[in-house]
């Protein structure tokens, strides 16, 4: 991976946040849980077991699941890079074709493994994450042996338009009669239509935002976790945590404070 990322910088310059939540952890276990996103996940150290869609799997050392897959994970000695990708971003829809109808696949069906132990340096845990952020966008790149053409990626301005208003108005309550007035649409149109272009339903999607946001002003001004959970729109912090576990399979915290959230 180390010779990839020399020879050929990732194809996107964006910051990661933007489009793929990617933290390192040690996690001892996550329980069942499905999402919205896809989901990428690679082993540092030590193999692992996984429960996907109710199979049991094994000495594992990566995966990659579909949308709204349940899975859990059994991890007490792993060190492991865990990515939540977007649907609508390209590398969502790079994992669009690469997954078609599968539930998951596991990441030796896409890596060598010789590259198991080039996804990031051996001192990584010493490196800011400037640093490690573009072996990140490295390691994601060489999943995909065929790039996606950019004209795959279609933009719509009426989705522009909803994005940014969502962007502007998280802290307010917002459903999809807002977006529908907005866009002169209908109720049912503005929900396929969102549905078509950013391949998650709207409530997902502002829950999804919600959360990045919250996480992102813990992270950041740390102790201010029930102030984000009010600003974003949860009720209170119970509820943030409650939220976050459903989606993620275990406590915020665990990620807010005792893993490496790559922003």
């Not at 990322?5 to 793929?20: E, G, I, K, M, T």
């Not at 059994?74 to 109808?101: C, H, M, R, T």
């Not at 998280?170 to 009669?177: G, I």
Request: proline share 6%; with cysteine.
């Amino acid at each position: 991976m180390q010779e990839v990322l020399a020879n050929n910088p990732p194809r996107q310059s964006v910051a990661l946040w933007n489009y793929c939540l990617s933290f390192i952890a040690d996690m001892a276990s996550v329980v069942e849980h499905y999402h919205h996103c896809y989901k990428v996940v690679i082993s540092l150290d030590n193999e692992f077991e996984c429960l996907i869609d109710g199979q049991a799997f094994f000495g594992l050392r990566g995966f990659i699941v579909n949308q709204a897959i349940p899975h859990s994970c059994y991890a007490p000695s792993a060190n492991v890079l865990v990515n939540f990708i977007e649907a609508n971003s390209f590398w969502g829809l790079q994992l669009k074709e690469l997954l078609a109808d599968k539930t998951f696949v596991m990441i030796d069906s896409v890596l060598a493994p010789e590259q198991y132990s080039q996804v990031l340096p051996a001192n990584y845990e010493e490196l800011p994450n400037d640093i490690l952020i573009p072996y990140v966008k490295a390691f994601l790149d060489s999943i995909f042996p065929i790039s996606l053409p950019t004209n795959k990626i279609i933009t719509d301005e009426r989705i522009e338009i909803t994005l940014q208003y969502i962007d502007q108005n998280l802290h307010e309550p917002l459903d999809l009669e807002d977006i529908a007035n907005l866009l002169f649409l209908s109720t049912d149109r503005t929900r396929h239509l969102f549905v078509e272009h950013m391949g998650i339903p709207f409530s997902q999607y502002i829950l999804w935002k919600r959360i990045r946001n919250t996480m992102a002003v813990a992270i950041i001004e740390e102790g201010k976790l029930t102030e984000a959970c009010l600003r974003f729109g949860f009720t209170d912090q119970p509820h943030f945590n409650r939220t976050f576990k459903r989606i993620f399979g275990l406590p915020p915290s665990i990620i807010i404070r005792h893993s490496r959230v790559l922003l």
